[in-house]
Structures are given as structure tokens and as C-alpha cells.
Antibody, heavy 120, light 108 residues
Framework: QVQLVESGGGVVQPGGSLRLSCAAS????????MNWVRQAPGKGLEWVAL????????YYADSVKGRFTISRDYSKNTLSLQMNSLRAEDTAVYYC?????????????WGQGTLVTVSS | DIQMTQSPSSLSASVGDRVTITCQAS??????LNWYQQKPGKAPKVLIY???NLGTGVPSRFSGSGSGTDFTFTINSLQPEDIATYYC??????????FGQGTKLEIK
């Protein structure tokens, strides 16, 4: 069965960096686009980034462009999100979510999320 | 960017009621729309994909319809376990993918 397990969250000071990981299993990782979606405390869902199945294209929300980098490691079936220059407004639960085949933005499986808190 | 306007933002209904949530896109998105259910402290779960297709293992009391800019999500015969927040999300063409603001559903 499909499993997505995020890790790497924690408390970081404004301006700091953090790297999130998502371990994927139960499906052929190289066939699917992968997304990061976040949810600030008590707020709605916000799409953050997408990486295509072959890593040929990467897309970002304007709110994180130039600060966050999405990547994937096929040897480890792992999705990553490098977050730099963190701001208080980046505080959120971050979910990795698998796209459907050839429909990257239709997210059919989600991890349990990892909490990132940006605070001094 | 495509904006998704979801209504209502909250809803109170009785067990057995029929519940309807709407979502309007700021431009034509064909049928590229999902509906998700999120329970407190949990990850979202897809209920409906491509506007009207039921997700794997999702009870048949859930349904979706619409195409273009106007979409509807319905729960027939509300059950206590349906208490959650529901989101629509569009995935037409290239990102950014956008979500509706959410509808918090409570039992009356």
C-alpha cells in the first residue's frame, strides 16, 4: 500500500533553514509527480511545490519562490524540500502528496505531515 | 492564477440530511477538480477526483458534479463520521494549484 512519511520538521529561527524529507513506498516512485502542500495553524490548505516524475520541471508557489527548493532521490525513493530564509508566515504543517499518473496536481495520497515552526 | 471560491464556509446539519457545498473557479478548469475531506489533526483524504469520480473506498453517499467553472459536492444522508472540513482544489494545466477556503461541517 502507498505510504508517505514526512520528517525533518521542528523549530527554527526567522532567517534559518530546514530540510524536510518524505519517504515514499508502495508505488513506483519514478512514475509520479510529487507535491508539497502546507497548512498554517487553523488555516486552509496551500499548495507549495511540484516536481514532475522525471524531475524535468519544478514549480513553486509565489510565496516560496527563490527560498524553497524541491528535489527527489530515486535511489532512496525520497522527496525533499529545502527551505531557506524562513519567515514566521512559513509556520505550518507540511504534507507531501502524490499526484495521479499524468495528473500531477490531483493528489491521491498524503503523508501525515510534519510541523515547521518559525519563531525566535 | 485561478481562484477558487467555496461556499459556505461553515455548515450545520442533522444526521440524515443532504448537504451541498459549492465551488466556483475564476476561469474554465474543465473537470480538473478534487474534493478532499480533512478531519482534525489528520491529512486530507481525496473523496472525489475529476469533479465526479468517487475515490477508492469512498462511500457512495458522497458525490460530485460540475464542469467548467461551477462545481457541487453532495453528501446524501449525513453520518456522524462525516464531521470534517471539506476543500475543493483545482489542478488545471500548470501550477499553482489552488484550494477553496474550506467548509467546516458540524452536526446540529
Amino acid at each position: 500500500q502507498v505510504q508517505l512519511v514526512e520528517s525533518g520538521g521542528g523549530v527554527v529561527q526567522p532567517g534559518g533553514s530546514l530540510r524536510l524529507s518524505c519517504a515514499a513506498s508502495g508505488f513506483t516512485f519514478s512514475l509520479y509527480g510529487m507535491n508539497w502542500v502546507r497548512q498554517a495553524p487553523g488555516k486552509g490548505l496551500e499548495w507549495v511545490a511540484l516536481i514532475r516524475n522525471d524531475a524535468s520541471n519544478k514549480y513553486y508557489a509565489d510565496s516560496v519562490k527563490g527560498r524553497f527548493t524541491i528535489s527527489r532521490d530515486y535511489s532512496k525513493n525520497t522527496l525533499s524540500l529545502q527551505m531557506n530564509s524562513l519567515r514566521a508566515e512559513d509556520t505550518a504543517v507540511y504534507y507531501c502528496a502524490k499526484g495521479r499518473i499524468a495528473v500531477d496536481g490531483s493528489m491521491d495520497y498524503w503523508g501525515q505531515g510534519t510541523l515547521v515552526t518559525v519563531s525566535s | 492564477d485561478i481562484q477558487m471560491t467555496q461556499s459556505p464556509s461553515s455548515l450545520s446539519a442533522s444526521v440524515g440530511d443532504r448537504v451541498t457545498i459549492t465551488c466556483q473557479a475564476s476561469q474554465d478548469i474543465s473537470n480538473h477538480l478534487n474534493w478532499y475531506q480533512q478531519k482534525p489533526g489528520k491529512a486530507p483524504k481525496v473523496l472525489i477526483y475529476d469533479a465526479s469520480n468517487l475515490g477508492t473506498g469512498v462511500p457512495s453517499r458522497f458525490s460530485g458534479s460540475g464542469s467548467g467553472t461551477d462545481f457541487t459536492f453532495t453528501i446524501n444522508s449525513l453520518q456522524p463520521e462525516d464531521i470534517a472540513t471539506y476543500y475543493c482544489q483545482q489542478y488545471d494545466k500548470l501550477p499553482p494549484y489552488t484550494f477553496g477556503q474550506g467548509t467546516k461541517l458540524e452536526i446540529k
